[in-house]
């Protein structure tokens, strides 16, 4: 199947407290072969996998889903710099956050 | 002879305390419902009124809580972080971590020892992480939040509980009960369930001993060692009144206000 | 099950067309989509729906996903065997145990709707009973931009149906009832489930008719739904799926709020997921025949 524009996924939950979401550009990501978001994640939260329409992409795990305002809190520390790990080595910038 | 009063309006319940020269001499507590205003003046009168005391015999009046603006006839505000803050080194001085567990909201503080506050994480728009989750699922057990506190004690092995959000959990619960788990191992589950989003937002602060726990959850049996199994450390638990830390907090510092230090 | 529980208890039903016999189809397929809440089976004739299912899930995944398609082949003289490709969808579909592939239901939905819908179709609102889904998609049907909650009851079924429960009113009124109001009264200010209900105890008490508190509610949700909405990027045309598509009172209120029509369909919208994963099946089944 073809079709057109960037295929966004977003990855996470609103709730009550707000928007928790990462947002992946598959289409970016398809293009990368070492990924090297996966292991980069200090949290251990992204894994590869093949999507419905056959491409190789990174995705959130299932279980961190659900806490990903906790899952991530590694790289978002209330005081002190911030430095989203997984943003930082992608190249193609195909991963963005939310909050 | 100096008469101060705390007031914590939160969303569910209103607590008013009364200190003469800092020491505690009456507390009330009344459901806050819709009118906050009316919940925080009721709440004091009756305080008042426990105490023997008229309005005219209070030197000095804090207000604390999420309704502290409806507390109309009070002479300074303080945020319920900062009140937490106050009244638990008071009375714990060597806390460093103050984790508050209400109805409707939960947080996590980290102070110095003089009871500054250093940083702090707040959850308070998703029941998930308040004492209203454990609540939802005791009437999902049909058993009272006491019963479900000494039942976990019993429990001997938990069961994963997929669901975060309180409205899916009580289907979840009720599936298990459906499926013969013993409710001891649910009522196990429910609390580490709660007490794992607890321990995520303290580590977010860090975690500095000695820590605290404070606010009605920390009557809850259960919770408390499912929150010390998480943890992997003993906490402090007031022996009375840990809902009224705040409110307790409050008056004390109404009464470095109204009468030098 | 106490019977005080039953009032939100949906009706059960399936179809069957009247327009041909399966007997003279050359490719018949099937997709089933096992939800948290409800699960839907389809089957398929040569691309043309045939029959169809919906029931609510039971405690145990395959068990419904076999219960679901038992009732869709019921009173067809149609067997699982007659079925050439069969795909399972939704929460339960790594427990579809008679289906030939497993497809996430993101993808089915978009697949789906762009059936029944039409190629016009961008974007679709699943709102399920323990998710809600915003879905962008190409004239295809394929997924263009997703996202999915299944973290909190606010903006589902589930969550619809606490609130009806709360009220003591069946959850096919909700959405008629919050609509007999003189006035729109503001949302329910708490977003949490749990909250919220507190809050409506709260309304009830100071006087509030059951109607307003439900209008309330209902706008609330779509307020929420639109936010999804909004962070994938709305572009027209649109539509909701899934069970709270029937209720008026929220659908409504989506559509002021967004300032946009949902497209409207003579389909089931909760069969969207089942159908997808029907139509699946059938690209399956084909591939496989040219591979032979």
């Not at chain 1, 970016?28 to 992409?57: Q, S």
């Not at chain 3, 089957?43 to 299912?53: E, H, P, Q, R, W």
């Not at chain 3, 497809?103 to 709707?113: K, M, N, V």
């Not at chain 3, 503001?186 to 307003?212: D, H, I, M, Q, Y």
């Amino acid at each position: 199947m073809q079709g057109g524009g960037n295929t966004i996924a977003y990855y996470g939950y609103k709730d009550g407290s707000g928007d928790f979401f990462i947002r992946l550009d598959t289409d970016k990501c398809k293009e990368c072969v070492n990924k090297p978001c996966v292991d980069a994640c200090p949290a251990g939260l992204l894994e590869i996998f093949v999507n419905d329409y056959d491409d190789v992409v990174v995705r959130v795990e299932e279980k961190h889903r659900r806490k990903i305002k906790y899952s991530c809190s590694v790289c978002k520390p209330v005081f002190g710099d911030r430095i989203i790990v997984c943003q930082a080595v992608c190249k193609l910038k195909a991963i963005a956050h939310t909050w | 002879m100096m008469i101060t009063a705390g007031i914590d309006v939160g969303n569910k319940n209103t607590r008013a305390l009364i200190l003469k020269d800092r020491e505690v001499i009456s507390r009330s507590l009344v459901l806050s419902d819709f009118d906050h205003k009316k919940a925080a003046l009721y709440s004091y009168e009756l305080a008042l009124s426990k105490a023997h005391m008229n309005k005219e015999d209070v030197n000095f009046i804090m207000a604390t809580g999420a309704g502290q603006e409806e507390v109309t006839f009070a002479n300074g505000r303080i945020t319920e972080v900062g009140s937490a803050a106050r009244g638990a080194v008071f009375l714990f001085s060597s806390t460093r971590t103050v984790i508050d567990v209400g109805a409707e909201e939960s947080r996590a503080i980290k102070i110095d020892e003089k009871g500054k506050v250093l940083d702090f994480a707040i959850n308070e728009k998703c029941a998930a992480g308040t004492g209203s989750f454990v609540e939802s699922m005791s009437r999902a057990l049909e058993i009272t939040l006491e019963e479900m506190g000494a039942l976990s004690l019993k429990g001997e092995k938990s069961v994963p509980m997929n669901a975060q959000c309180a409205v899916f959990a009580e289907s979840e619960v009720v599936s298990l009960i459906h499926a013969r788990i013993p409710v001891e191992n649910i009522a196990k589950s429910i609390h580490e369930a709660m007490a794992s989003r607890i321990s995520s937002m303290v580590r977010r602060i860090g975690i500095q001993k000695e820590v605290l726990l404070i606010g009605g959850t920390a009557y809850n049996k259960g919770f408390i060692a499912a929150m010390e199994e998480d943890l992997e450390l003993k906490l402090i638990v007031p022996a009375d009144y840990p809902e009224f830390i705040s409110a307790f907090g409050a008056a004390l510092v109404a009464a470095d206000k109204a009468g030098g230090k | 099950m106490p019977e005080a529980r039953e009032f939100w208890r949906w009706k059960e039903y399936n179809w069957k067309t009247p327009d041909f016999d399966w007997k003279d189809a050359t490719l018949i397929t099937a997709g089933v989509d096992v939800g948290s809440v409800s699960s839907q089976a389809v089957i398929m004739c040569d691309g043309k729906l045939y029959a169809f299912s919906n029931m609510r899930t039971g405690s145990d995944s395959p068990n419904s996903a076999l219960n679901a398609m038992k009732w869709a082949l019921e009173g067809t003289g149609m067997t699982l065997t007659d079925i050439h490709c069969k795909v399972g969808t939704g929460y339960g579909r790594i427990n579809v145990p008679f289906s030939d592939r497993a497809i996430t239901e993101i993808a089915c939905h978009a697949r789906g709707a762009n059936y029944m819908f039409g190629p016009t179709l961008r974007t679709i609102m699943d709102m399920g009973g323990q998710d809600c889904k915003a879905i962008r998609c190409d004239e295809n049907g394929k997924v263009v931009s997703f996202l999915m909650n299944d973290k909190c009851a606010a903006g589902t079924g589930r969550g619809m149906e606490a609130f009806a429960e709360l009220l003591g009113v069946s959850i096919e009124e909700v959405g008629e009832l919050s609509l007999q109001v003189e006035e729109e009264p503001p949302p329910v200010s708490n977003t949490c489930v749990v909250f919220a209900k507190t809050e409506a105890a709260g309304l009830l008490r100071s006087g509030w008719s059951r109607e307003k508190v439900l209008a309330a509610y209902c706008s609330a949700m779509a307020h929420r739904v639109a936010s999804l909405l909004n962070r994938i990027g709305m572009k027209e045309d649109f539509a909701i799926t899934g069970g709270i598509a029937k209720n008026v009172g929220v659908v409504s209120r989506l559509e002021k709020e967004l300032g946009v029509k949902a497209l409207k369909t003579n389909y089931d919208m909760q069969i969207a997921g089942a159908l997808g994963a029907s139509i699946f099946a059938k690209d399956l089944a084909e591939k496989a025949i040219r591979n032979k």
